[in-house]
C-alpha cells in the first residue's frame, strides 16, 4: 500500500458521491467473500420498520440507530428498539396459558433471528501502513466533529484502515454522512493499534493499544488541575496550536505533546462562491460562532454600535446560534444580551447602526456562502484552541479582525490581519454575573484565566473597524497575504498528512 496524493479533505460527503467506500468493503476485496446482509438494507429491513420511520423522533434525541451494536464478529438487535417503536411487547415471565403460549410462538416467528448472521471478515490490518481507532463527536457541526469527520475521512482516503468510533451527540449531517461513519464503524480493527480521542476529555480513556488524546483548551495561562491529571492517562497528547503545548507543558501534563494544527479545505473554503442573501446594507461585517461569553460577541457589539451609525453603509451579520437551549429560548437569549449590550452603548435606536442575525443551522457546503456574504470578517474571541471561523473566512478571501490571543496566533499577525490585544486577564468564578461568566461553558474554566478586554480593546477594535472600513484595498492586502500562508502551510490535506506520518510511525513500533 501507499499513501499516495492526498484526495480532498472534507467535513461531510456529497450526497451524491459514491465513489468512496468503507474500510469494510475494502475488506471484502481482501478476503474470500461469504453473503452479508448490506448494511443499508439491514438497517432498513430490520430496525422495527423503515429507517425514515425511526427518524421521525426529536432531532436532539440519540439516533435510534444507538440500538444497534457491534459484538465481536456479528451484529444483533437489542429488544428494548423494537419495544419502543410498537412491534412487540415483552411477554409476561409467569402465568402462561395455552393461547398466551401460542400467542409467544408466533410473536417469535415474526421476529427474524438475527443471531445467526455470517461472521463479517477481518481485514488483514498488518497490509496496512496506518491502522486506528478514531473516536469523537461527529455527527453535529461543533468543532471537534467537523475536525474528527475531516480526519476520519482524510485517513482513509490515504488508505488507512480506520474504525470510527462515534460519541452521540445531535445529528446535523445528511444521512448519506452518517451512514457511511456508522458503517466504519464496524470496521474489524484490531485493538493493538492507536485510538485516538478527538474531544476535551472522554469519560473514559481505557484502550488496548497507544492512546492519544487529541484535545485542546482556550484557558490563558494554566488548564484546570482535574483535566491535567486526566490527560495524563493518556500515552500521547496532540494540541492544534503552539499555544495549547505551552499551557500544557505549564501545567505538569507529562505525556508527550505533539502539535498537529487543525486546517481548512482549500478547495471548498475560497472566493467566488455564490453569496448568502442576507438583508443587509452595502458593506458587512460577518462574524460567525457560537453564542457564548467566550467568544467576545459583547466587545464585537459594543465596539460596532458605538463606531458606527446610520449614515454609515454599513452592516453587522451574525451567523450564530446559541447552542445550549431549544430553538426560542436560544433565540430569545441572543435578543436579551443583545439589549444589554446597547444599554451599555447608550446610543438612541435611531443612532444604531444596522446588525442582522442569521441562526439557521448551516451546511459545511454551504458556509462558504455566508463568507462571501461579507467583507471583512471580525470575532474578538476569549479563548480558541485553534479558530477554524478566522481559517475559513481567509481562505474566502476576507481580511480577518482578531483576537491576538489564542490558537490563532499560530496563523494570524500584524502582517496579515487586524489584531486586538487583551487589556489584562481576569479569573472566572462559578458565581460571576453573566457577562463574565465562564465557568459555566465548562467545568475545565472554573478558576483559570481569560483575557479581560476593557475600554482600550473596545476602542482598537472600533479602530481596525472604520479602518477596513475606509481602506478596504490595503485590508485586501493583508486578506491575500493570509490567504496565501494558509494554503502552504495549513490545508487540511497537509494536516491530515502530518497525522498519517505520525501514526505511520506508531503503528510501525507496534
Aim: hydrophobic share 35%.
Amino acid at each position: 500500500m501507499t499513501s499516495g496524493a492526498a484526495a480532498p479533505a472534507t467535513m461531510e460527503l456529497d450526497e451524491k458521491n459514491t465513489t468512496l467506500r468503507s474500510s469494510y468493503e475494502i475488506a471484502l476485496e481482501r478476503v474470500a467473500s461469504r453473503p452479508v446482509v448490506p448494511a443499508e438494507d439491514f438497517r432498513r429491513s430490520h430496525a422495527g420498520g423503515d429507517f425514515e420511520d425511526l427518524r421521525q423522533e426529536s432531532a436532539d434525541s440519540l439516533d435510534p440507530t444507538g440500538d444497534f451494536f457491534v459484538r465481536e464478529d456479528h451484529v444483533s438487535i437489542q429488544a428494548k428498539s423494537l419495544e419502543r417503536h410498537g412491534q412487540f411487547e415483552r411477554p409476561s415471565v409467569h402465568n402462561h396459558g395455552p393461547d398466551e403460549v401460542k400467542e409467544e410462538a408466533a410473536r417469535k416467528e415474526e421476529l427474524e433471528d438475527l443471531t445467526d448472521m455470517p461472521v463479517l471478515p477481518t481485514p488483514d490490518a498488518e497490509t496496512y501502513e496506518v491502522a486506528c481507532h478514531w473516536g469523537g463527536p461527529v455527527f453535529d457541526y461543533g468543532g471537534y466533529a467537523r475536525m474528527n469527520r475531516t480526519y476520519i475521512f482524510g485517513l482513509k482516503n490515504l488508505g488507512a484502515l480506520v474504525r470510527a468510533r462515534p460519541v452521540e451527540s445531535i445529528t446535523n449531517v445528511n444521512e448519506k454522512t452518517e451512514r457511511y461513519i456508522r458503517t466504519l464503524a464496524m470496521a474489524d480493527v484490531p485493538h493493538k493499534y492507536p485510538r485516538i480521542y478527538g474531544m476535551t476529555i472522554p469519560d473514559v480513556i481505557a484502550h488496548a493499544g497507544p492512546k492519544i488524546l487529541y484535545t485542546m483548551m482556550e484557558t490563558s495561562k494554566k488548564i484546570h488541575p482535574e483535566y491535567a491529571e486526566r490527560l495524563n492517562l493518556a500515552d500521547e497528547i496532540w494540541v492544534p496550536c503552539t499555544w495549547n503545548r505551552d499551557v500544557f507543558k505549564n501545567s505538569e501534563v507529562f505525556p508527550p505533546i505533539k502539535v498537529m494544527p487543525l486546517g481548512v479545505d482549500t478547495e471548498l473554503f475560497k472566493p467566488g462562491a455564490e453569496p448568502m442573501k442576507f438583508k443587509a446594507r452595502g458593506f458587512r461585517f460577518v462574524s460567525v460562532f457560537g453564542w457564548s461569553y467566550r467568544k467576545g460577541f459583547d466587545v464585537m457589539l459594543q465596539a460596532y454600535l458605538e463606531e458606527f451609525g446610520p449614515d454609515d453603509d454599513v452592516s453587522l451579520v451574525m451567523s450564530t446560534r446559541f447552542v445550549g437551549q431549544v430553538s426560542k429560548k436560544a433565540h430569545d437569549r441572543i435578543l436579551s444580551d443583545f439589549s444589554y449590550v446597547k444599554s451599555l452603548v447608550g446610543k438612541p435606536e435611531s443612532q444604531m447602526p444596522h446588525v442582522a442575525l442569521h441562526s439557521a443551522y448551516t451546511r459545511d457546503i454551504d458556509m462558504p456562502r455566508i463568507y462571501a456574504a461579507g467583507h471583512c470578517f471580525v470575532l474578538p474571541s476569549r479563548g480558541e484552541g485553534m479558530g477554524l471561523p478566522y481559517m475559513e473566512a481567509a481562505a474566502c478571501g476576507l481580511p480577518v479582525i482578531a483576537s491576538d490571543h489564542g490558537g490563532q496566533r499560530d496563523f494570524l499577525d500584524d502582517s496579515n490581519s487586524y489584531l486586538v490585544q487583551p487589556d489584562g486577564y481576569f479569573v472566572s468564578k462559578r458565581e460571576d454575573p453573566p457577562f463574565r461568566n465562564m465557568a459555566w461553558i465548562s467545568h475545565f474554566y472554573e478558576g483559570q484565566q481569560f483575557p479581560h478586554y476593557g475600554r482600550p480593546a473596545i476602542d482598537q477594535l472600533r479602530a481596525h473597524m472604520r479602518h477596513v472600513y475606509e481602506n478596504y484595498s490595503e485590508a485586501q492586502e493583508k486578506a491575500e497575504r493570509l490567504r496565501t500562508k494558509l494554503i502552504e502551510n495549513f490545508d487540511w490535506k497537509t494536516c491530515v498528512a502530518n497525522a498519517y506520518r505520525r501514526l505511520r510511525k506508531i503503528c510501525k513500533e507496534l
